[in-house]
């Protein structure tokens, strides 16, 4: 059983940066792929980022390219997401994933465990 617990959701102005931390439990944490993915209201599920069980490989979804970075710390168990020039569309909850493999995947189904997710806001 995995725990992922999110945190640095908030509410910042449009250009704005913020930056998401996802805590995880468990043992071998360098061994799976970690992703990030957000649901705004009304709509999907639409994949963020996701990074190796290395750290080595990562992918972006195509309208956050550029501006997020995903990076983790496998010594500390955690993954981040920092995100940078936001705009009101980047407004959503973002939840953090545990993948079920070591490379990254921009598929929701292969990840076996989720966070609560944390409330990012983008004010115009």
């Known amino acids: 059983q995995v725990q992922l617990v999110e945190s640095g959701g908030g509410l910042v102005q449009t250009g704005g940066s913020l930056r998401l931390s996802c805590a995880a439990s468990?043992?071998?944490?360098?061994?799976?792929?970690m992703g990030w993915f957000r649901q705004a209201p009304g709509k999907e599920r639409e994949f963020v980022a996701a990074?190796?069980?290395?750290?080595?490989?990562?992918s972006y979804g195509d309208v956050v390219k550029g501006r997020f970075i995903i990076s983790r710390e496998n010594a500390k168990n955690t993954v981040y997401l920092q995100m940078r020039s936001l705009k009101p569309e980047d407004t959503a909850v973002y939840y953090c994933?545990?993948?079920?493999?070591?490379?990254?995947?921009?598929?929701?189904?292969?990840?076996?465990?989720w966070g609560q997710g944390t409330q990012v806001t983008v004010s115009s």
């Open positions: 994933a545990h993948r079920s493999g070591f490379s990254d995947s921009d598929d929701s189904t292969a990840y076996d465990y």
């Open positions: 468990g043992r071998s944490f360098g061994s799976y792929g």
């Open positions: 990074i190796s069980g290395s750290g080595r490989s990562t």
